[in-house]
């Protein structure tokens, strides 16, 4: 995707120095565009846990480098699986409910176990850190392929009238390494030249939708408008929304959907009025292992003063400013569960499909991969 014309991904190793990863520093967006080095296994636990990166694909793929650097910094011989093991676990216990993060790092921890040998077990970690990175930009542009002839139908039925898509958070690429999961089909067909616009809820408390989705639209040249999050019932009952379309941060094999807190409260208005809502997911985010996302899912629980402060730029720096009483407690509940009978699709890289078990089995068969 580009910035300032110039063509971006989130991650990337640097190009003088492959001990080193690079990313984008999310937490500055869209004010200051700050490119950080993580150069251990520690830098990435702490970058994901802060969320200098975030969005269930991107931390998978950053994970996975992350296991890379433990493999550059694990001791000769047979200590060697061990520290990497205790830097597997760290880094999955960094945020429990995107389910890309374990699944990258088992992928890791397997395939550096199929030899003896260090330095072919530090080859194989990147090989497969990159093998990672480009699924998922493969993954992502094909959930664009899938969903554009959602948009494009409903385009039709408007007699290519514009078509309002309602977001929430930030399922862009800055969430993914490229494209984004709910904004590939939109940047899709913007780019086949049908009329979109997008509602942008703001996504407190972390503010995703009104600092990242916002600023990836308007580097896209897509129109969109930054809602605070309780408009949105609003605008659908008045017919301003064709369609509600959100990422997800884990799936169950039943259609049950995580993703950003205030989800739910969306796919609700949606039912209510008859509006589409649509899941966008690449595959790495469904966990099979799970039916019921209410009993099963993980919900991260993050420290009050999120909600408690708000940050912003004044004078060329990024503030914080306390927003209640300071002796009030708050609570950070990060995800919330969609169950799937409220979900009116799938958007995977495989196709769309009901949000059910048939629907998932149907596109990805029994041996449930990609
Ligand atoms: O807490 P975050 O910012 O990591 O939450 C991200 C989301 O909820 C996204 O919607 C989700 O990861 C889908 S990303 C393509």
């Known amino acids: 995707m580009k910035i300032n014309q110039q063509h971006f991904q989130s991650i990337w190793l640097k190009e003088d120095d492959p001990t080193c990863v690079q990313i984008i520093d999310q937490r500055h967006l869209p004010h200051q565009f700050i490119i950080e080095d993580l150069s251990s296994v520690e830098a990435v636990a702490q970058a994901i846990k802060e969320m200098h990166l975030r969005g269930a694909p991107l931390i998978g793929v950053t994970a996975a480098y992350g296991m890379y650097l ?18 597997a676990n760290h880094l999955k216990s960094t945020r429990p409910t995107a389910v890309n993060l374990a699944w990258a790092v088992d992928q890791l ?8 040998n260090r330095q072919e077990k530090i080859k194989l970690a990147l090989q497969k850190a990159e093998q990672l990175k480009k699924e998922s930009i493969e993954r992502c542009f094909q959930i664009g392929q899938q969903g554009l002839p959602l948009i494009k139908n409903l385009s039709a039925q408007k007699n290519g009238e514009v078509i309002n898509i309602l977001t ?16 590939s089909p939109i940047y899709l067909a913007h780019d086949r030249g049908i009329k979109v616009h997008v509602w942008v809820d703001e996504t407190r408390p972390r503010n995703q939708g009104a600092r990242l989705t916002a600023y990836e639209l308007g580097q896209h040249g897509i129109p969109h408008t930054v809602i605070p999050d309780n408009v949105g019932g609003h605008l659908m009952q008045h017919g301003m929304v064709d ?39 690449p595959s790495s985010t469904i966990d099979w292992s799970i039916e019921d996302g209410l009993k099963e899912i993980p919900i991260e629980k993050r420290g009050e003063s999120e909600v408690k402060y708000i940050a912003g730029q004044h004078q060329n720096s990024i503030k914080q400013v306390l927003l209640t009483p300071s002796t009030s407690p708050a609570v950070n509940y990060a995800f919330d569960v969609t169950p799937a009978h409220l979900v009116t699709g799938l958007i995977t890289e495989k196709g769309v499909c009901a949000a059910s078990e048939e629907g998932l089995l149907e596109l990805f068969g029994q041996n449930q991969q990609s």
């Not at 433990?70 to 830097?87: I, M, R």
């Not at 929430?168 to 904004?183: I, R, S």
């Open 70 to 87: 433990a493999c550059l910094e694990a001791p000769q011989g047979f200590l060697f699986d061990d520290y990497v093991e205790k830097a």
């Open 168 to 183: 929430h958070c930030n399922a862009g690429w800055l969430a993914c390494v490229d494209y984004g999961t709910a904004t």
């Open 109 to 116: 921890f397997e395939t550096i176990k199929t030899t003896e």
């Open 243 to 281: 369609m509600v379309l959100v990422g997800t941060d884990r799936t169950t094999r039943k259609g049950d959907v995580a993703n950003k807190i205030g989800t739910y409260l969306k796919a609700l208005a949606a039912k209510d009025n008859n509006v589409p809502f649509y899941v966008a997911l």
